[in-house]
T-cell receptor, first 116, second 112 residues
Framework: NAGVTQTPKFQVLKTGQSMTLQCAQDMNHEYMSWYRQDPGMGLRLIHYSVGAGITDQGEVPNGYNVSRSTTEDFPLRLLSAAPSQTSVYFC???????????????FGPGTRLTVL | DAKTTQPPSMDCAEGRAANLPCNHSTISGNEYVYWYRQIHSQGPQYIIHGLKNNETNEMASLIITEDRKSSTLILPHATLRDTAVYYCIVRDYGGATNKLIFGTGTLLAVQP
């Protein structure tokens, strides 16, 4: 298994541009999520999904859109990039255990985004 | 806000045990203690988790106090590759959102 993969690894945008960060997992995990990490800080949840067709907001959703059309993919869209969105973005996925509770989350390697 | 308190940094000599403390005095009965680490801005890596009993796996041991208000992650023989930021997180195992609330963690520096 490749686990959780993210593309691109690095990206530089100009203010106002849009782009999509890709996240994919091959573990058939129902749960997927996006976090951002600013310098010297912990990760903060942007959006999450508990299954295909279901998404919800985390603690810092403004300026980002998500969709979940398949179990494997969970892209994050920046509608109009701003310098405040300069950050490292991590995708994570998780499974349901036999008690139908969420199990351990596994993270991708991250996308480093700079908005000029 | 994170429900845990960790020292911002610690040093450990290579080959010695690294003991990383975490306070979680407001933990509730259905919340587990999770430990992740992040090596040089890579994606967080799961280490271990527990509810109230001590746990051990191939990476580390987790000691949770009887009142569950604090815990200690033990890396038995630290190596230079264990230099990382270690995050202690409490998580509602049955929660609907599966959200992990990260604090700023402990930067463990393993010295040669």
């Amino acid at each position: 298994n490749a686990g959780v993969t993210q593309t691109p690894k690095f990206q530089v945008l100009k203010t106002g541009q849009s782009m999509t960060l890709q996240c994919a997992q091959d573990m058939n995990h129902e749960y997927m999520s996006w976090y951002r990490q600013d310098p010297g800080m912990g990760l903060r949840l942007i959006h999450y999904s508990v299954g295909a067709g279901i998404t919800d907001q985390g603690e810092v959703p403004n300026g980002y859109n998500v969709s979940r059309s398949t179990t494997e993919d969970f892209p994050l869209r920046l509608l109009s990039a701003a310098p405040s969105q300069t950050s490292v973005y991590f995708c994570a996925s998780s499974y349901r255990d036999r008690g139908h509770r969420w199990g351990t989350q596994y993270f991708g390697p991250g996308t480093r985004l700079t908005v000029l | 806000d994170a429900k845990t308190t960790q020292p911002p940094s610690m040093d450990c000599a290579e080959g010695r045990a690294a003991n990383l403390p975490c306070n979680h005095s407001t933990i509730s009965g259905n919340e587990y203690v999770y430990w992740y680490r992040q090596i040089h801005s890579q994606g967080p890596q799961y280490i271990i988790h527990g509810l109230k009993n001590n746990e051990t796996n191939e990476m580390a041991s987790l000691i949770i106090t009887e009142d569950r208000k604090s815990s200690t992650l033990i890396l038995p023989h630290a190596t230079l590759r264990d230099t990382a930021v270690y995050y202690c997180i409490v998580r509602d195992y049955g929660g609907a959102t599966n959200k992990l609330i990260f604090g700023t963690g402990t930067l463990l520096a393993v010295q040669p």
